[in-house]
Nanobody
Framework: QVQLVESGGGSVQAGGSLRLSCVAS????????MGWFRHTPGKEREGVAA???????MYADSVEGRFTISQDNAKNTLYLQIDNLKVEDTAMYYC????????????????????WGQGTRVTVSS
């Protein structure tokens, strides 16, 4: 059974930093994309960063330069370093894992991901 468990969220002031983690268990696909998404009530879910099994990375324009995605395969862990947090970054953040590697233009489409974590909340105050 595949499980993705996020952690690292919290309440921070604007300008601060957080590092989100996503530990995967029971997931043994050699070709994949893992992504970070965020959702705020009243808004559509937004893909913010993704990385594939070969290390290729993609960021949403809204977070480029402030978010850094990385993975530690030895620890089965996906990370999202968020720097210079803004109030508009407030959201529930989810990690997700695909089976196989879809086209890059689909990496921020939630439909391409089979497994999802339960989310970790990030709240940024001004």
């Amino acid at each position: 059974q595949v499980q993705l468990v996020e952690s690292g969220g919290g309440s921070v002031q604007a300008g601060g930093s957080l590092r989100l983690s996503c530990v995967a268990s029971g997931y043994s696909y050699s070709n994949y994309v893992m992504g970070w998404f965020r959702h705020t009530p009243g808004k559509e879910r937004e893909g913010v960063a993704a990385i594939n099994s070969y290390g290729r990375i993609m960021y949403a324009d809204s977070v480029e330069g402030r978010f850094t995605i990385s993975q530690d395969n030895a620890k089965n862990t996906l990370y999202l370093q968020i720097d210079n947090l803004k109030v508009e970054d407030t959201a529930m953040y989810y990690c997700a894992a695909s089976i196989g590697i879809p086209s890059m233009y689909r990496w921020f489409s939630g439909d391409e991901y089979k497994y999802w974590g339960q989310g970790t909340r990030v709240t940024v105050s001004s």
